[in-house]
T-cell receptor
Framework: DQQVKQNSPSLSVQEGRISILNCDYTNSMFDYFLWYKKYPAEGPTFLISISSIKDKNEDGRFTVFLNKSAKHLSLHIVPSQPGDSAVYFCAASVWGNEKLTFGTGTRLTIIP | DAGVIQSPRHEVTEMGQEVTLRCKPISGHNSLFWYRQTMMRGLELLIYFNNNVPIDDSGMPEDRFSAKMPNASFSTLKIQPSEPRDSAVYFC???????????FGDGTRLSIL
């Protein structure tokens, strides 16, 4: 039972364009969401997060949008750069609970 | 600052052997998490500790898996006996008081032949 789903296993985007990665969740108790980025042979590193009291959070080229009614969040990367090529994991938690539930990841490839 | 340190980075062993994975969390972090990454299921939480006490082990797949945290700076994940389907990348992560985000080590790639 996947409570956090990333339905696109892979995505290719031209350098300089916008990358949009999507994530859906089924557990309505989730109220805190994170995106992690993972390079080969390394552990996931935290990228950006959002709590359910917001619908948008921005950090430089990265913006996360949350649509609570649709149980959907997305990560926008603008402009996309070759160094953004990695696997991106969406994760969710209940505020105050230590457990994170991860999606299966989306492999992003930026084409020069 | 030293991050989460895992050893070994790679482990190849034969079916039936005992495997021990090791983790040193970030100094000062008191929550520690063990994850397994597979293609089909992504990152799955196996077990986590708070202040060296196991809090939730519901993700541990079978009795062949066990984890310990004898002190604040060391944890082990043991598989005995190992099976080919245990082949995966195992990650350790730590945080302070369960606050997000968790910080991950670089993982142990385990291959059981």
């Amino acid at each position: 039972d996947q409570q956090v789903k990333q339905n696109s296993p892979s995505l290719s985007v031209q350098e300089g364009r916008i990358s949009i990665l999507n994530c859906d969740y089924t557990n309505s108790m989730f109220d805190y969401f994170l995106w992690y980025k993972k390079y080969p042979a390394e552990g996931p590193t935290f990228l950006i997060s959002i709590s359910s009291i917001k619908d948008k959070n921005e950090d430089g080229r990265f913006t996360v949008f949350l649509n609570k009614s649709a149980k959907h969040l997305s990560l926008h990367i603008v402009p996309s750069q070759p160094g953004d090529s990695a696997v991106y994991f969406c994760a969710a938690s209940v505020w105050g609970n230590e457990k994170l539930t991860f999606g299966t990841g989306t492999r992003l490839t930026i084409i020069p | 600052d030293a991050g989460v340190i895992q050893s070994p980075r790679h482990e190849v062993t034969e079916m039936g052997q005992e495997v021990t994975l090791r983790c040193k969390p970030i100094s000062g972090h008191n929550s520690l998490f063990w994850y397994r990454q597979t293609m089909m299921r992504g990152l799955e939480l196996l077990i986590y500790f708070n202040n060296n006490v196991p809090i939730d082990d519901s993700g541990m797949p079978e009795d062949r898996f066990s984890a310990k945290m004898p002190n604040a700076s060391f944890s082990t994940l043991k598989i005995q006996p190992s099976e080919p389907r245990d082949s995966a990348v195992y990650f350790c992560a730590s945080s302070f008081n369960g606050n997000q985000p968790q910080h991950f080590g670089d993982g142990t790639r385990l291959s059981i032949l």
